[in-house]
Nanobody, 125 residues
Framework: QVQLVESGGGSVQAGGSLRLSCRIP????????MGWMRQRPGKEREGVAT???????SYPESVRGRFTVSKDNAKNTLYLQMDSLKPEDTAMYFC???????????????????WGQGTQVTVSS
């Protein structure tokens, strides 16, 4: 039973920033390949960021240049820095983890072994 816990969501105006955090109580994020997903209203769940053990990151075009995923192993915390937020970024955001490297391909097909309960991000125009 792997539990992921997200925090840091909230409501901001377009152009604003938020920083999400993710922890795995009783476990270490360094044991997993980590990432973030989101589900926008009326849309499928999609991946928005991944990071591997070497620190290499990947993003879909929808967020590239605005979102930054990082991790601090000493603090046992994964982060998603979201800048220049747009109304279309409004979604429930989920921390994700897997024991295997993330495959390349369609971000809509990302299927992590574990994900959290989510934290709501709302961006107003």
């Amino acid at each position: 039973q792997v539990q992921l816990v997200e925090s840091g969501g909230g409501s901001v105006q377009a152009g604003g920033s938020l920083r999400l955090s993710c922890r795995i109580p009783g476990d270490r994020i360094s044991r997993y390949f980590m990432g973030w997903m989101r589900q926008r209203p009326g849309k499928e769940r999609e991946g928005v960021a991944t990071i591997d053990n070497a620190g290499t990151t990947s993003y879909p075009e929808s967020v590239r240049g605005r979102f930054t995923v990082s991790k601090d192993n000493a603090k046992n915390t994964l982060y998603l820095q979201m800048d220049s937020l747009k109304p279309e970024d409004t979604a429930m955001y989920f921390c994700a983890a897997d024991v295997s490297p993330w495959p390349g391909g369609d971000w809509l097909s990302l299927r992590p072994a574990y994900w959290g309960q989510g934290t709501q991000v709302t961006v107003s125009s």
